[in-house]
C-alpha cells in the first residue's frame, strides 16, 4: 500500500494527522487527548473518510495555558480511551504516509502510546515550507495564512478551529498541495516530493526531551 516513488503524488497512501497532547514537559507521561486523521486523496482532503476524536487520558488534567481549547476534563471524561480505538487508528495509519506540520512531534508521541502502529513514512510540511521559501515563518498559522488558506481550512473544518486536531490536521492537508504547487511545476512524483519533505521516523531518547519548535 506504501505506492511506488515513482507514482504521482496524489496517488501516494497520504493520510494528514494531528495530535493534541497534555504537553511535552510530561516526558513519558504526555497523554493524548485529540486525535485526527484525514486522508488525503487526489491531492485533496477527503474528511468523512477520516476520524477525529477526543481521547479519554484516564487522568484529570486540569487547567494548563497550552493545551488546547475545550480539551478540558468534562469533555474528555466521556471520550474512548486510546486503546479502544486502536484499531480504528491502525486502518487508518498501517502503510501510509502520514502528513503533518513538524510531523515528527505527532509520530513521536503517537508511537509512544501505540508502537505496533505501522505507517510507511513520514512527509513534513514545515520541512517542505523551507525548501520554498528561505528566511520566512515556518509556523503553521504564518503558512495558512500567507498563502490564504484560512477560509478554506473554516470551511472544510466547520466548528474547528486552529489548534484543535481537526483544523489543524485540515490545515496541513491544504498546506501540503499549496506548498507543491509552488515548489514544482508540475506534479512530482513521489519519491520527489519525499526528497524535500520527508522525516525520520526513529524516534530517539535526545528528541523526546527537546523544546518543540513554534507551529503557529
Known sequence: ????????WTSAPLVAIDLEGTGAQD???EA????????IVAGLPRIPAGLST???????IGRRPWISPGLTDA???????LNDIEQALADQVDGHYLVGHNVTV????????LPALRPAGLIDTMRLSRAVAHGHPHGLGALVDGLHLTDAVNAAAPGSQ???????TVAAALL???LIGKRWRRAPSLGELLTDAAAPMAVHAAEVAAPQPALF
Not at 75 to 81: D, E, F, Q
Not at 106 to 113: A, G, K, Q, S, T
Not at 162 to 168: C, G, I, K
Open 32 to 39: 493524548i487527548l485529540e486525535i485526527a486523521l484525514v486522508p
Open 176 to 178: 501540503l498541495r499549496a
Open 1 to 8: 500500500m506504501s505506492g511506488s516513488p515513482i507514482d504521482p
Open 106 to 113: 505527532d509520530w513521536r508521541l503517537l508511537h509512544r502510546r
Open 162 to 168: 486552529p489548534h484543535r486536531a481537526l483544523w489543524d
Open 75 to 81: 469533555a474528555l471524561r466521556t471520550a474512548p480511551a
Open 27 to 29: 516526558r513519558d507521561d
Open 54 to 60: 477526543l481521547v479519554n487520558p484516564d487522568r484529570p
